[in-house]
């Protein structure tokens, strides 16, 4: 069945660093990839959009890359900023296509 | 940008109780929702799908007769816990996507469901 997993579910850096988390599927091609950011209590907000055939989509300080040979996507954060410390998913389109479903998230936690 | 709605974002209730949840889509046309539900420090999982006029497609595992969707305009659609147990209490979220393929969904801010 899909799996998606990001690989871990804590990450702490320090104001001013680049946040690199990662996301990895099993058992599915996607057409494309989103990025969601969540924060306690409140429903995901979108980030980013990256189809197959782009290597590579950016937006401000977030960098978000595709690899459909290793089933990985990269998410960037670059000059982080306490404000930035929020959990982010990934999500693909289920197997029928009608729905996004998600990793477990990444906590991201950015110290000043 | 797309803006979704949900309402009411916090219930507490008797055990027992059926709890209605609504989502609106506040300025594009909702062709499908979605239903999510999500436990503490856990990933979103999907629940139902619906699409305007049409009966809700439910996930494995997700009672439809437990928890009834209505998708009745473009722009509306809700989900009623019915006889609503403390099992039940989670954080429900809905999920909007307008027209085309690889459009991103839209989410509400949530509806904390406490059962007592």
């Known amino acids: 069945s899909q799996k998606i997993e990001q690989n871990s579910e804590a990450l702490n850096i320090q104001e001013g660093k680049t946040a690199t988390l990662t996301c990895n599927y099993t058992n599915y091609s996607p057409a494309y990839l989103q990025w969601y950011r969540q924060d306690p209590g409140r429903g995901p907000v979108f980030l980013l959009l990256i189809r197959e055939n782009e290597k590579e989509k950016r937006k401000e300080r977030l960098k978000v890359t595709f690899d459909t040979t290793l089933k990985q996507s990269l998410f960037h954060i670059t000059a982080s900023q306490p404000a930035d410390s929020a959990t982010y998913l990934c999500?693909?389109?289920?197997?029928?296509?009608?729905?996004?479903?998600f990793g477990k998230g990444t906590t991201l936690s950015v110290s000043s | 940008g797309a803006v979704v709605s949900q309402h009411p974002s916090w219930v507490i209730c008797k055990s027992g109780t059926s709890v209605k949840i609504e989502c609106r889509s506040l300025?594009?046309?909702?062709?499908?929702m979605f239903w999510y539900r999500q436990f503490p420090k856990q990933s979103l999982m999907l629940m139902a799908t619906?699409?305007?006029?049409?009966?809700?497609?439910?996930e494995q595992g997700v009672e439809k007769d437990k928890f009834l969707i209505n998708h009745a305009s473009l722009t509306l659609s809700t989900l009623t816990v019915t006889s609503a147990h403390p099992e039940d209490s989670s954080f429900y979220i809905c999920?909007?996507?307008?027209?085309?393929?690889?459009?991103?969904?839209?989410f509400g801010d949530g509806t904390r469901l406490s059962i007592l």
């Open positions: 619906s699409n305007e006029g049409s009966k809700a497609t439910y």
């Open positions: 999500a693909l389109r289920n197997q029928a296509g009608t729905a996004l479903i």
């Open positions: 999920s909007a996507k307008d027209r085309g393929g690889d459009q991103p969904q839209h």
């Open positions: 300025d594009f046309q909702a062709t499908t």
